[in-house]
């Protein structure tokens, strides 16, 4: 091998070992550097700390209920008089219910939807409630906030083509319903505690008595109005039906139809049966000590080991 070969492997060995970055060079220096990881966690717990003292406790309304089970279509007297014939009578009436989805799953998704909130504005003025501190009574006009953080905060969101100010509407008022409205379900037991906080206690028991009934009352007129239709399509199909084995089914499922629209307009609970009624817990929120104070330390104390890491890299080349 010739001396120039020799140089220039042994300047491709001293390339690629440069290019190797040493850890233990790397630990070293951050073990040099602990007081600057030290430094940084601390700022990070001191902000974590600050949070937790400039977090707003709001208070907690609370019931307990135990939901009803749904009633399914095909039992008494419709599975007595059905069988194939039947299937192909109302095959495309969509009477079926999922057995995944309960009265009380659907009261729920219910109480966070644009209709739900637009029948609670139209009749207990649900919008002027929640945001009347934001609407000008002389001129009914919504107020837009103010202020330089405001505007700066305004400005980089739509340069970034993030959500901007805008009045509230219908859709905001069904978003603030379902992130006040919490269900949990307790540990081996059937029964549900629904709870709706609020920084003003008597609004937060008031939001979690009308959200509760209006919705069980918007179900039940759904229900209402899902029987009725079916009904409607029965009578037709009975009318129209000569084999006496459909017209015996179609009797059947009309006489069931009868029996749960009956049940419907009684005083029954629909949705579930309530076993501790609302009442104002006096326990209010609390902040979350591993996300306020926890996440902070940990974030600046990465960021401190990219510093020291870069400068390391930097300072041995």
């Known amino acids: 091998m010739s001396l120039a070969s020799a140089e220039t492997a042994s300047g491709s060995a001293d390339d690629d070992r440069a290019e190797i970055v040493d850890l233990r060079f790397i630990v070293r220096r951050l073990v040099r550097w602990w007081w600057i990881l030290l430094i940084l966690a601390a700022l990070g717990g001191v902000k974590g700390c600050r949070d937790m003292h400039n977090f707003t406790p709001q208070h907690t309304a609370l019931m307990v209920v135990a939901p009803q089970q749904s009633a399914s279509i095909g039992s008494g007297s419709v599975a ?180 749960r629209e009956m049940m419907l307009q009684g005083n029954l609970p629909f949705v579930a049966r309530i076993t501790d009624p609302p009442h104002i817990s006096k326990y209010k929120t609390t902040p979350d000590v591993l996300v306020s104070v926890g996440f902070p330390i940990l974030a600046m104390t990465f960021i401190g080991i990219g510093i020291i890491v870069l400068v390391a890299v930097f300072r041995s080349e």
Do not use: C
């Open 80 to 259: 007595a008089g059905g069988g194939a014939g039947l299937a192909r009578v109302v095959g495309g009436l969509g009477m079926q219910q999922s057995t995944l989805t309960t009265r009380f799953d659907r009261l729920v998704h219910v109480a966070s939807t644009v209709s739900f909130a637009r029948t609670l504005d139209q009749k207990y003025g649900l919008m002027k409630q929640i945001y009347g501190a934001s609407l000008d009574e002389s001129s009914g006009e919504w107020i837009r906030p103010g202020g330089r953080e405001f505007e700066i905060r305004e400005r980089i969101n739509s340069y970034l083509n993030l959500p901007t100010w805008t009045e509230p509407t219908i859709e905001d008022l069904s978003k603030f319903l379902g992130s006040r409205l919490k269900v949990k379900g307790i540990p081996n037991t059937p029964f549900k505690r629904i709870a709706v906080t609020d920084e003003d206690p008597e609004r937060a028991l008031m939001l979690l008595k009308l959200i509760y009934k209006e919705a069980s009352e918007f179900l039940r007129q759904q229900s209402l109005a899902e029987l009725d239709e079916q009904r409607g399509y029965l009578e037709e199909r009975l009318r129209s039906t000569t084999v006496l084995e459909l017209r015996t089914a179609l009797v059947g499922l009309l006489a069931d139809q009868a029996r």
